[in-house]
Every structure is written in structure tokens, then in C-alpha cells.
């Protein structure tokens, strides 16, 4: 029983690996592998075919839907066209194992391209080699489940789900290319692999070489080839935004679809025999951002400051429209007070109390000094200083003094002067004048010498509006 049960162990291992050597051959060389794709394959199982170089003629590894016709297999383009994979990046650069896997798990294009996992959908698939001269090497094909990476990650490279993860600036299906970021580079060096990390900027990419040479430059997701693709002679390498986006919506969607963390990358490969010198490059923009920038920030600060003096007027002048009826207010209550307790009259009132040696026309204003004539209102003060209504009614609002002896103006004063808010100053004066008896007697500067002598005289002499001094003595 126990020797039954090894046997078909036995042979369950043998169906699971087959292995062929190939010496001193030339042209197509077919591979079988016993149908144990459809037999044996589950959904979570993939086929790995490796290829391992011997000596002679480098061959190239194939997995075709139809046997290829010899003469159309020269390039990438002709294999290609007969629907044939292969492990491109090996063969180009001659690597000694190349390797292709196969799953039932339908996969999309860009998937099967970047990992070397193809999808069969056809059982009588041709798998083989093709060499143009003789050469020696080896064929196996094995089972193996589809989490199991089918090279060794290189480069400190990660299998995660069957797939290596490479680090950054590291490329191809096992992470064995290492390429050179070009960002901050002067100069280009021959046959040598380049790559622009596009989740490092936002900027378009420009350079500008010294010489024109042959280059390749690709989305390294659309076409992870190192040495395929179109090749320009040029001295400009410049991507524009929208393919920089493009490339990163494809990075993105393959990364969904593979579950690994994946670069997004514009590669470029030169061609060129001698080293070639970057005379510009995006550093140029750079250069023009901090330029902008340092116009954006002074008119930003300015409009800022601009902004915030608007603010101010704005709010000063609500602040003022809002005091305006206030200060109104206050002004209409002075007038009030000051009409009350210091009334209007018309100048020709007044005149008849001024005694007749006194020159009427020598009178006038002290405030405005224009004389007085006799439709003028004026007012007098309980100092007895006689001055234009709205002269004095505009100087008490600012000063609260009388303009010659700076007798206080204030209402307070007023008041308490005047024991009688309804009978005015003038009115007391003409009210206490008897003709029989005693005549009111208004004196000017000519008369003070007779009340107070030499000294009063040259008192009121030294002040600037005597012209419209008047005392009224009763």
C-alpha cells in the first residue's frame, strides 16, 4: 500500500516538472509539455517555461498561438505579428534564463506585458526556441502556484502575489534593471537606461541636450520594453502634461489590478557613442515659478493691503455715518442752549444802548472782524461783548469761551447765571432800565478811563480786538 501510494506520488511530481535539452540546434525547437495545462491547471496554479542558455547562438524563448514561419522571425515587430510572447527585456539583453508563465486567470495586456504572466485560451499552443545558428540550452516547464514569483526578485525586490515589487529606479519582471534617475543630471552616458519619476513633480518635462542622438523614450507601464519601441534622433526631451497624467492613470489601473505598489515612470534609453551634455532643463521652470512667485507674493501683499485699507475706510465710514447724526444731535443741543441763554438779536437793537459818542461804524466782529451794520445778527454775551450770531454760535461749539476775556461760555454757566430760563440776558438788562431815574450807560474803550483810569486803559489796550470791546455798567 504504502509502495502504491509513492508511485503515484512519483509520478504526480514527474507531470508536474518536465525538463529537455536542446545541443547543437538551430532554428525552431518545440517543447511539450504533455497537455498539462488543461489537465492538471487550476485557477489558483500557473505554467512557468524557463529557458536556459547554454553556449553558441543566443535563442529566444516562444509561446505562439501557431507554429511562426521562419522568415518572419527577425524582431519584436515580426513576433509580434505571428501573436507570439516572449521575455523580451531577457532576450534584448542577453540574459542566460528567460522565463514565461502561463494561467487560466484572464489577465489584461498590460498585465501579461510588465510580469511575463500570459493568459492560454487555446490548447495547441506552439512552445519552443528559435535560434538562427547552432546553439545549446535547456527547456523546463513546472507547476507552481500563482502566488510564487517565477524568477528570484533582484534588488532588494519583493514577491508579493506572484509578482516582484521593485524598488525605485529598478525595472523589469525580477527587478534585475537598474536604471538612473535623470532629474538632477548634467550629463547623459551611452547605452544606458534613464527614468524620469513622475510622482515627483507636476511640472511638464524639458531638456535640452548638446547633441542630437538616437534615443527611446516611453510610459514605462505601456510599454515596459528597454530596447522596443520608436526610436528619434533629437536633441529635446520633453514631456508634455497630459502625458505625464496619461502615464500616471495607467500606473494607476495596473496597480489596482496587480496589488503591489508600482512607480510611475517616463523611461529613456541612449543610443548615442559619446556622452551628451543637458544644457537646460526644467530647472528653467523652476526658475521661472520662483520668478512668478516672487511677483505673485509682493501683488498678493499688496492687493492684501489694498483689501484691508478698504476695510478700514469702509469701517470708518460706517463708524462716521453712524456718529454723524450723533454729533448732529450734539450740535443741535449747543445751538439750543447757546440760543437760549445768549439770544439773536438784530444789530440795529442793540445799537440804541450804545451811548452816541460811540462810533458805530468803528464796531465790528472779533471772531470774523467784519464790521457790524444793521441787519446783522448778533448776540451779547453776559460779559457784555457783542459779536455775530453764528460767529459766536460756531466758537462756543469749538471753545466754550468768550473770545476777548475768556469768560466761561459753557451751559452750565449759563444757567447759573440766569435764575430765569424765560427772561434773557437782554431782557433783564431792559427790564431793569427806569428813564426817570437811571439811564442805561454802555461804555466803550474811549470811556474805561473814567471808571478805571490809566491802568485799566492800557489793559485792554493790549488786546487784539478792542474795536469790539463794550461794558455795560447800570
Not at 502561463?102 to 498590460?110: A, I, P, R
Not at 523611461?267 to 559619446?274: G, N, P
Not at 427806569?434 to 488786546?463: H, V, Y
Request: proline fraction near 3%.
Amino acid at each position: 500500500m504504502i509502495t502504491f501510494i509513492l508511485i503515484c506520488l512519483w509520478k504526480t511530481s514527474l507531470s508536474q516538472t518536465q525538463d529537455q535539452q536542446y545541443i547543437d540546434v538551430k532554428g525552431f525547437q518545440f517543447f511539450t509539455i504533455n497537455g498539462i495545462l488543461y489537465k492538471q491547471l487550476s485557477d489558483k496554479q500557473k505554467v512557468t517555461i524557463t529557458l536556459t542558455y547554454k553556449v553558441g547562438e543566443f535563442p529566444i524563448l516562444l509561446i505562439c498561438d501557431d507554429k511562426p514561419q521562419d522568415d518572419k522571425i527577425n524582431d519584436y515587430n515580426s513576433i509580434s505579428k505571428e501573436n507570439c510572447k516572449i521575455d523580451i527585456n531577457a532576450y534584448d539583453q542577453k540574459v542566460e534564463m528567460q522565463t514565461l508563465s502561463l494561467t487560466k486567470k484572464e489577465k489584461s495586456q498590460s498585465f501579461q506585458a510588465n510580469f511575463n504572466v500570459y493568459y492560454i485560451d487555446n490548447p495547441n499552443i506552439f512552445i519552443g526556441a528559435y535560434s538562427k545558428l547552432q546553439s545549446t540550452f535547456n527547456i523546463s516547464s513546472k507547476i507552481q502556484s500563482l502566488y510564487n514569483c517565477a524568477k528570484e526578485c533582484k534588488n532588494r525586490g519583493r514577491c508579493i502575489y506572484g509578482i516582484c515589487e521593485c524598488q525605485e529606479g529598478t525595472f523589469g519582471d525580477d527587478c534585475s534593471v537598474v536604471g538612473t534617475n535623470i532629474k538632477d543630471l548634467i550629463k547623459l552616458s551611452p547605452n544606458t537606461l534613464y527614468y524620469f519619476d513622475l510622482y515627483s513633480t507636476g511640472t511638464p518635462f524639458y531638456r535640452t541636450l548638446s547633441n542630437s542622438i538616437p534615443i527611446r523614450q516611453q510610459c514605462y507601464v505601456e510599454t515596459p520594453f528597454f530596447d522596443e519601441g520608436s526610436l528619434i534622433i533629437t536633441n529635446i526631451l520633453e514631456l508634455s502634461n497630459e502625458q505625464i497624467e496619461e502615464c500616471k492613470n495607467l500606473t494607476q489601473a495596473l496597480e489596482d489590478e496587480s496589488q503591489i505598489k508600482l512607480n510611475s515612470y517616463f523611461i529613456f534609453k541612449i543610443y548615442s557613442k559619446f556622452e551628451v551634455s543637458i544644457i537646460s532643463n526644467d530647472s528653467n521652470a523652476d526658475g521661472l515659478s520662483k520668478i512668478m512667485m516672487m511677483i505673485f507674493i509682493p501683488v498678493f501683499v499688496l492687493i492684501f493691503f489694498l483689501l484691508v485699507c478698504c476695510g478700514v475706510k469702509f469701517y470708518k465710514r460706517k463708524l462716521d455715518e453712524t456718529q454723524v447724526p450723533i454729533k448732529v444731535e450734539q450740535q443741535s443741543e449747543e445751538k439750543n442752549f447757546i440760543n437760549l441763554y445768549i439770544p439773536t438779536y438784530k444789530f440795529e437793537q442793540v445799537k440804541e444802548l450804545i451811548q452816541e459818542e460811540v462810533n458805530i461804524n468803528d464796531l465790528y466782529c472779533s471772531i470774523c472782524l467784519d464790521a457790524f451794520s444793521t441787519e446783522h445778527d448778533v448776540k451779547v454775551t453776559y460779559c457784555k461783548h457783542i459779536y455775530h450770531s453764528e460767529c459766536l454760535t460756531l466758537w462756543i461749539q469749538k471753545t466754550k469761551i468768550c473770545p476777548l476775556c475768556r469768560a466761561p461760555l459753557d451751559e452750565k454757566t449759563l444757567a447759573s447765571l440766569i435764575n430765569q430760563r424765560s427772561e434773557t440776558m437782554i431782557d433783564q438788562i431792559l427790564s431793569k432800565i427806569q428813564p426817570e431815574s437811571k439811564q442805561i450807560k454802555i461804555f466803550t474803550l474811549n470811556s474805561l478811563s473814567s471808571l478805571n483810569g490809566p491802568n485799566t486803559l492800557q489793559a485792554f489796550q493790549n488786546l487784539n480786538y478792542q474795536g469790539s470791546l463794550v461794558f455795560v455798567e447800570q
